[in-house]
């Protein structure tokens, strides 16, 4: 059974809902390590980038309402399938042991029964001097009331501005008397493997802290979302740091952790954050419109295999499988058939089916895309016009041509079944 997690150190009513991430060197100390910032000559310490950026990094609470037969059952077994994210290769049952979100109150779905307040800790980082502040979605999820304390430990009553579950961000809203301390984005396509990285939040309620290491590893799919592009950071990651940013060595927020790969619940130094360049066009679009629009082709996609490559006549196992086409989608409305293979569109090829959610989430509403698919043993071009992702996936993932979509005489489909694990775009 998956190790039970130190609980928070702040009281209140029932289990304390927050995870973390932060980033640590594992074994080493910083004293024993020079860096060089920006180029200029090697210093032995981190301080001076805390310094600067410690300011704008905030805790986070949210009072949250749950039922007393939810927070019973999670009490019992520390945490739900629902709050655990897989990785590639790794067995559902050793996924259920090893793989955990940040924030134990995750989709609660507890039976009827009495309600009782449960708060949810997490971190966050001011990106104007105007109060707003980022953090992640499954902090504030089912919030009725959220709080943000500052470096002073002044307490600020936040507004939700907009949540994006689809990405696990969101943007709260603070008022201060004054302007308040702020970081700024970095590019996280610049950011390499071996780069040196710093985390500032609250591991247990523990406010203030920082920790150091690497970025390990680069557009990391773990299966939390059809959107996932995680950098892999060498971490100490603890509940309380969920929403924090990661940080580059010039002071540039590149990431903000959201998930942690653990047998036990504390750190195992593998963790996930999202890359800056993924979440500043959200957070931008949740400022100015309180959510996010995306691209949507109307399709069910899954992986290519070395079987199903071989049995369409594919020279190479890449690409995306159509296994389904929306009815009314802008995919069926271009012609699109279950068992096309996607490879490329507008020129940008498509080598995993993670590619795609991604380069369709971002293609401009209402514009004509070229897309290259596989179909009968030959490349053929479609056009469809991008449409914008309905509010409710599940219009896509569900409603399909019959049957198939106009599937081609002699078309294969894939010798995997459509399951719901399969990323509706």
Same mark, same amino acid.
């Given at each position: 059974?998956?190790?039970?997690?130190?609980?928070?150190?702040?009281? &209140?009513?029932?289990?304390?809902?927050?995870?973390?991430?932060?980033?640590?060197? &594992?074994?080493?100390?910083?004293?024993?390590?020079?860096?060089?910032?920006?180029?200029?000559?090697?210093?032995?310490?981190?301080?001076?980038?805390?310094?600067?950026?410690?300011?704008?990094?905030?805790?986070?609470?949210? &009072?949250?309402?749950?039922?007393?037969?939810?927070?019973?059952?999670?009490?019992?077994?520390?945490?739900?399938?629902?709050?655990?994210?897989?990785?590639?290769?790794?067995?559902?049952?050793?996924?259920?042991?090893?793989?955990?979100?940040?924030?134990?109150?995750?989709?609660?779905?507890?039976?009827?029964?009495?309600?009782?307040?449960?708060?949810?800790?997490?971190?966050?980082?001011?990106?104007?001097?105007?109060?707003?502040?980022?953090?992640?979605?499954?902090?504030?999820?089912?919030?009725?009331?959220?709080?943000?304390?500052?470096?002073?430990?002044?307490?600020?009553?936040?507004?939700?501005?907009?949540?994006?579950?689809?990405?696990?961000?969101?943007?709260?809203?603070?008022?201060?008397?004054?302007?308040?301390?702020?970081?700024?984005?970095?590019?996280?396509?610049?950011?390499?493997?071996?780069?040196?990285?710093?985390?500032?939040?609250?591991?247990?309620?523990?406010?203030?802290?920082?920790?150091?290491?690497?970025?390990?590893?680069?557009?990391?799919?773990?299966?939390?979302?059809?959107?996932?592009?995680?950098?892999?950071?060498?971490?100490? &990651?603890?509940?309380?740091?969920?929403?924090?940013?990661?940080?580059?060595?010039?002071?540039?927020?590149?990431?903000?952790?959201?998930?942690?790969?653990?047998?036990?619940?504390?750190?195992?130094?593998?963790?996930?954050?999202?890359?800056?360049?993924?979440?500043?066009?959200?957070?931008?679009?949740?400022?100015?419109?309180?959510?996010?629009?995306?691209?949507?082709?109307?399709?069910?996609?899954?992986?290519?295999?070395?079987?199903?490559?071989?049995?369409?006549?594919?020279?190479?196992?890449?690409?995306?499988?159509?296994?389904?086409?929306?009815?009314?989608?802008?995919?069926?409305?271009?012609?699109?058939?279950?068992?096309?293979?996607?490879?490329?569109?507008?020129?940008?090829?498509?080598?995993?089916?993670?590619?795609?959610?991604?380069?369709?989430?971002?293609?401009?509403?209402?514009?004509?895309?070229?897309?290259?698919?596989?179909?009968?043993?030959?490349?053929?071009?479609?056009?469809?016009?991008?449409?914008?992702?309905?509010?409710?996936?599940?219009?896509?993932?569900?409603?399909?041509?019959?049957?198939?979509?106009?599937?081609?005489?002699?078309?294969?489909?894939?010798?995997?079944?459509?399951?719901?694990?399969?990323?509706?775009?």
């Amino acid at each position: 059974m998956l190790a039970r997690v130190l609980q928070p150190l702040h009281r &209140m009513r029932s289990t304390i809902l927050p995870v973390a991430i932060v980033i640590t060197a &594992m074994g080493c100390t910083q004293g024993d390590r020079l860096y060089s910032a920006g180029g200029g000559a090697p210093v032995a310490s981190f301080a001076p980038i805390v310094q600067e950026v410690m300011p704008a990094v905030v805790n986070v609470s949210a &009072m949250q309402r749950v039922s007393k037969a939810a927070a019973d059952r999670e009490d019992t077994r520390g945490g739900r399938v629902e709050d655990r994210v897989a990785l590639n290769g790794v067995p559902p049952s050793v996924l259920d042991e090893l793989l955990r979100r940040f924030l134990d109150g995750h989709h609660h779905r507890g039976a009827a029964g009495p309600k009782v307040a449960s708060v949810a800790l997490g971190s966050g980082f001011i990106i104007d001097p105007s109060g707003y502040v980022v953090t992640d979605d499954h902090v504030v999820e089912n919030a009725e009331a959220v709080t943000v304390v500052v470096q002073d430990a002044t307490e600020y009553s936040a507004r939700i501005i907009g949540r994006d579950p689809l990405t696990d961000l969101a943007l709260l809203k603070i008022d201060g008397a004054r302007p308040l301390p702020h970081v700024r984005w970095g590019d996280s396509d610049a950011a390499r493997v071996g780069d040196w990285v710093l985390a500032i939040g609250s591991p247990f309620g523990l406010d203030n802290t920082v920790s150091s290491g690497i970025i390990s590893g680069r557009g990391r799919d773990i299966h939390a979302g059809p959107y996932d592009d995680f950098l892999q950071i060498d971490a100490a &990651m603890n509940r309380g740091n969920s929403g924090g940013p990661t940080f580059d060595l010039s002071g540039n927020v590149i990431g903000i952790n959201t998930a942690i790969y653990s047998p036990n619940g504390g750190s195992v130094g593998i963790g996930f954050a999202i890359p800056a360049n993924r979440a500043r066009p959200v957070v931008e679009q949740l400022k100015a419109q309180g959510r996010v629009a995306r691209g949507w082709l109307g399709v069910q996609i899954q992986p290519v295999t070395v079987e199903i490559a071989r049995t369409l006549g594919l020279p190479n196992a890449a690409g995306a499988l159509v296994g389904k086409v929306g009815a009314g989608s802008p995919a069926a409305a271009a012609g699109f058939e279950r068992g096309d293979v996607i490879l490329s569109i507008n020129g940008r090829e498509i080598r995993r089916m993670h590619d795609l959610p991604l380069v369709i989430a971002e293609t401009p509403i209402g514009q004509m895309a070229a897309v290259t698919v596989w179909r009968r043993k030959a490349a053929l071009e479609l056009r469809p016009i991008i449409g914008e992702m309905p509010a409710n996936p599940m219009v896509a993932e569900l409603k399909q041509e019959n049957p198939g979509g106009r599937r081609s005489e002699g078309a294969v489909v894939a010798p995997l079944p459509v399951s719901a694990a399969s990323p509706a775009i």
